[in-house]
């Protein structure tokens, strides 16, 4: 859909055959909420498998019923922070995989006229300089709401930050990318317009109305 040629090198875009079939499904404007919600949930899965593949881990040792053999454990901390509300969607995915993980909550609203982020809400681990942090956000659309995101988790501590979305655009990812280019995007696609409401086109529409029948 995209010349992801010329994209920043933090910007990875999945080419997994489930990812591209489940983006699909959020794309078709017949897919009901609960339908969604789960394939927002599946897609999630996949894309943090691909951004946690350059996570390190540590030796252990384990002991199977027969014998001990070697094994490994996460060095970090995980953390999952989904900006409301849209990003609440992905978190089931992230719980369903790293059940472990501590949850953080940052609020920010959209002004629709200036298209400004506000944060209103922001409740967050304790652990973020020790953690890998995932910023959870469907659409990486102005990027401003992503850009104070991750403001504020840096604020927080947080230096191991990795944003999962599943449609970006490129005013997006170049307006996160002069902000804090040391944030990788992970994302199902790269579409190629903002329109002047500031909608990805041709995206999925308003990715918090259609997890939960709002709208
Ligand atoms: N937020 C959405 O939900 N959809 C878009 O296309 C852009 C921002």
């Known amino acids: 859909m995209h010349d992801a040629a010329n994209k920043p090198a933090g910007v990875h875009v999945s080419e997994h055959p489930l990812v591209a079939t489940k983006l699909s499904i959020l794309r078709a404007k017949t897919t009901a909420p609960d339908e969604f919600r789960r394939a927002v949930e599946e897609i999630t899965v996949l894309l943090f498998t691909e951004a946690s593949q350059c ?4 030796p252990i040792e384990v002991e199977t019923p027969l ?19 849209a990003g609440l969607g992905m978190l089931d995915g ?11 909550h940052i609020g920010i609203y959209r002004d629709e006229e200036t298209l400004r982020p506000v944060s209103y809400f922001s409740r967050l681990p304790v652990n973020l300089a ?9 659409m990486l659309a102005t990027g401003h709401s992503a ?26 990812i170049a307006q996160l990318d002069s902000q804090h280019g040391d944030v990788p995007i992970f994302t199902a696609a790269i579409d190629p317009e903002l329109n002047d409401r500031g909608y990805i086109v041709p995206g999925l529409g308003d990715a918090g109305d259609r997890l939960f029948g709002t709208g």
């Open 55 to 58: 996570w390190s881990t540590a």
């Open 67 to 85: 014998a001990s053999c070697p094994g490994a454990v996460l060095q970090r901390a995980v953390a999952a922070v989904p900006i409301l509300r």
């Open 94 to 104: 992230i719980l369903r995989v790293a059940p472990e993980a501590n949850v953080g």
């Open 130 to 138: 020790s953690s890998e942090t995932l910023l959870l956000d469907p």
């Open 147 to 172: 850009c104070e995101a991750v403001a504020i988790l840096k604020a927080a501590g947080a230096d191991r930050i990795q944003l999962l979305c599943l449609v970006a655009c490129d005013a997006g």
